[in-house]
């Protein structure tokens, strides 16, 4: 039987799609919700730094925090599985929004047009610790400002990377997308599985 891992993550989806592989894990909980929950997972983007480093290196931070967390918590040893999704729009970061005016704002500039979605997936065991990421590439159809209120108002834009989730409402904005489904979502499957089995992992 294929031990179970901890997720340092506090995403329902990403929850949703470790079950869907059959992954067995216990969440990882830090003391707040899953962005800026540990002080030293520092989200702020390095001057002139890569959207894919940033979002590897954010993915790699919350990995080894999770590490960090088992040792000082004396919790059973096993393997973290972390991972980090963003955006990129013209070579700009594009996070999760601070407000509904800002969800109305990124829309707005999704609208129409193609962006890539970055999610990098690390898996720490304390002694190992690798990585991986997925890009995808999203086309939204041209959206009418009702639409992007509607939506905003809806609440589904708030947690998520880009102010909106391809697995609901939003899903009808989307002209095409090349790439990964899951890794939009926020946990690509593929790449997920091929890292648990490096860490003992048989699916």
């Known amino acids: 039987m294929s031990p179970r891992i901890y997720l340092a993550s506090t995403s329902p989806r990403r929850r949703e799609l470790l079950r869907q592989i059959g992954v067995q894990f216990d969440v990882l909980t830090f003391r707040s919700g899953e962005r800026g929950e540990d002080a030293d997972v520092d989200e702020t983007p390095l001057a002139g730094e890569a959207v894919e480093h940033y979002v590897e290196r954010l ?7 999770g590490v960090r967390r088992i040792q000082w918590r004396k919790m059973v040893r096993r393997p973290v599985l972390a991972a ?3 955006l990129d ?5 594009i996070g999760k929004p601070v407000d509904a005016a800002d969800a109305q704002a990124i829309l707005r500039r999704l609208s129409g047009r193609s962006h890539r979605v970055l999610t990098a997936l690390a898996v720490s065991d304390g002694e190992r610790t690798r990585s991986s990421i997925s890009i995808s590439t999203v086309k939204f159809r041209e959206l009418l400002d009702s639409e992007i209120r509607l939506y905003v108002a809806s609440g589904e834009s708030m947690d998520k990377a880009g102010a909106y989730g391809i697995q609901g409402k939003a899903a009808i904005f989307i002209e095409e997308i090349q790439g990964s489904c899951s890794g939009i979502v926020g946990l690509p499957l593929f790449e997920t599985a091929q890292l648990l089995k490096g860490f003992g992992y048989s699916l």
């Open 89 to 93: 729009l013209d070579g700009e970061i």
């Open 84 to 86: 980090d999704t963003t």
């Open 59 to 65: 993915a790699l931070a919350k990995a080894e925090a």
